[in-house]
């Protein structure tokens, strides 16, 4: 693509050392390598692109997008100032990509639970129905041709283009995506618009980043608002109480799915938890039909749901989506049961006061035995959840071991200490290493029982004073059990 084309689209202050340069490549990292490329300097919280400009061009960039100043303008290399490069990061590198996300049916999927579920589960029903779908999320990016495990939900808006024409030139026609508040807040998904849009639920998280809970809303609202093709699909869960607030923001059709609101599109009639799974009974207009999938708990069920809409509006029936569950489906730590003899063992990425409360919930829902849970909370975040945490878990479980998670900076002991002072009620102790606790709960298990250890999920480390050591639950959870088996 031609500099000149770029040009015609934004708008800027400046522009030195103007020559109509043949752009390859867009890159927002100035150690990326890459022929013929634009760089585009963002000021982000804690450093100036501007400061790598030099370092960009002996990358391989003949053009630089600034903001702020240039300190050394090197001879043969175009600078053009903006107001704001963040804002045009999506434009730019869509033009250079060949604007692929409109060659793909968008889904994005927001709120601040039960997202990365319902893109599997969009996924599962697609695929399972031969229309390929891929998938951006936390705990994957399916590109079509290859997947690999991410460093954030959704990625910048450079990277974004790139992996939207991966998955065009790999012949997708699909693709669902997590969108988090902070890539909307962030300007990830400017310019990017959606054939449909999720709303999950809204409950207390990232108050660190978003500070209040109507900040947070509007930063969620907005993709109804602004990110949504002509005549997009806004797909909303009328049982959360800013249900309303997304519906007003929708700027097309809206169709809503409940367990408790009679008046929703899709509503869930009844579910029956069986060892092999469950099964939701579902009423969509005067349609009334059954799903049993192998996954279970009750906020599934309303994932599965919204999901479900989203493929009624892709061209689905429903006997191609009660077809299609009857495959199974595998949500890496997501109510994940990753053991099970005389008593089980599940992993949850829970990390938030209502995630852990719908989990433990639905434990509650299908468990014979004890409930012991194991959970933690992450350092440098949300410190007011700490406490919320500790009651629901001392209050819900039968017991409770708190640990640490990813503490990050902060001191485990201290992080516990917030948890526990919100403990009214409920037996429980504190074990700091995870190992140890985990090692704990698996000791103290009974016939029956059930041992849920939330907070990480898929996560594969511990972050503690900036170096992320590999753990994972599930590995923990096994090489545990093999060396009480007496297996190696």
């Known amino acids: 693509m031609?500099?000149?084309?770029?040009l015609d689209r934004i708008k800027y202050s400046d522009v030195q050392n103007y020559k109509d340069q043949e752009i390859g490549h867009v890159i927002s990292d100035s150690r990326e390598k890459f022929r013929n490329s634009l760089f585009i300097a963002v000021k982000g919280l804690t450093s100036d692109g501007a400061e790598f400009a030099s370092d960009a061009v002996n990358s391989g960039a003949v053009a630089v997008i600034y903001e702020t100043e240039i300190?050394?303008?090197?001879?043969?290399?175009?600078?053009?100032?903006?107001?704001?490069?963040?804002?045009?990061?999506?434009?730019a590198a869509g033009l250079v990509y060949g604007e692929p996300s409109k060659k793909i049916?968008?889904?994005g999927i927001t709120g601040t639970n039960g997202k990365t579920s319902s893109a599997y589960i969009y996924r599962h029903i697609l695929n399972n129905n031969n229309i390929k779908c891929c998938l951006l999320g936390t705990t994957e990016y399916d590109l079509g041709k290859r997947i690999f495990t991410p460093v954030r939900?959704?990625?910048?808006?450079?990277f974004l283009q790139r992996y939207f024409k991966e998955i065009a030139d790999s012949g997708a026609k699909h693709a669902v995506m997590e969108v988090s508040s902070h890539a909307l807040s962030l300007n990830r998904v400017e310019n990017i618009s959606f054939d449909a849009a999720v709303f999950t639920n809204l409950t207390q998280d990232h108050l660190d980043f978003?500070?209040?809970?109507?900040?947070?809303?509007?930063?969620?609202s907005s993709l109804f608002s602004k990110h949504l093709k002509k005549d997009g699909l806004s797909v909303i869960n009328a049982d959360d109480k800013y249900s309303g607030m997304m519906k007003r923001s929708a700027a097309y059709a809206v169709r809503t799915f409940a367990e408790k609101d009679n008046l929703a599109d899709l509503k869930v009639k009844s579910i029956e938890y069986c060892p092999a799974g469950m099964e939701i009974i579902y009423q969509y207009?005067?349609?009334?039909?059954?799903?049993?999938?192998?996954?279970?708990?009750r906020f599934q069920a309303m994932n599965i749901a919204g999901a479900i809409l989203c493929a009624l509006s892709a061209g689905l029936d429903t006997e191609d989506i009660i077809r299609a569950f009857k495959r199974p489906l595998f949500i890496p730590g997501r109510m994940e049961k990753v053991y099970e003899d005389n008593f089980s063992v599940i992993i949850d990425y829970a990390h938030t006061p209502d995630a852990l409360e719908r989990a433990i919930n639905t434990i509650i829902e299908f468990k014979k035995g004890k409930l012991i849970t194991v959970f933690g909370c992450g350092g440098n975040r949300d410190q007011e959840k700490r406490p919320l945490m500790g009651d629901i878990s001392a209050s819900l479980s039968d017991y409770t071991i708190i640990t640490s998670d990813n503490p990050r900076d902060e001191d485990p002991e201290e992080?516990?200490?917030?948890?526990?002072?919100?403990?009214?009620?409920?037996?429980?102790?504190?074990?700091?290493?995870?190992?140890?606790?985990?090692?704990?709960?698996?000791?103290?298990?009974g016939d029956d029982d059930i041992v849920l250890i939330a907070g990480k999920g898929h996560e594969n480390y511990q972050e503690i004073k900036g170096v992320k050591y590999p753990f994972s639950d599930k590995t923990s959870v096994l090489n545990l059990l093999e060396r009480q088996n007496g297996q190696t």
């Open 285 to 297: 207009g005067r349609t009334t039909f059954a799903v049993r999938t192998n996954i279970t708990g």
């Open 2 to 6: 031609k500099l000149s084309v770029l």
């Open 415 to 445: 992080i516990i200490k917030a948890i526990r002072s919100g403990i009214k009620n409920g037996k429980y102790e504190a074990i700091s290493d995870r190992l140890e606790a985990i090692k704990k709960a698996i000791g103290i298990a």
């Open 153 to 158: 939900t959704t990625p910048d808006a450079v």
């Open 210 to 220: 978003h500070h209040t809970m109507d900040e947070y809303a509007n930063a969620k």
């Open 71 to 91: 300190t050394k303008m090197l001879p043969g290399i175009v600078y053009i100032k903006v107001e704001n490069a963040r804002l045009i990061q999506s434009l």
């Open 105 to 107: 049916n968008l889904t």
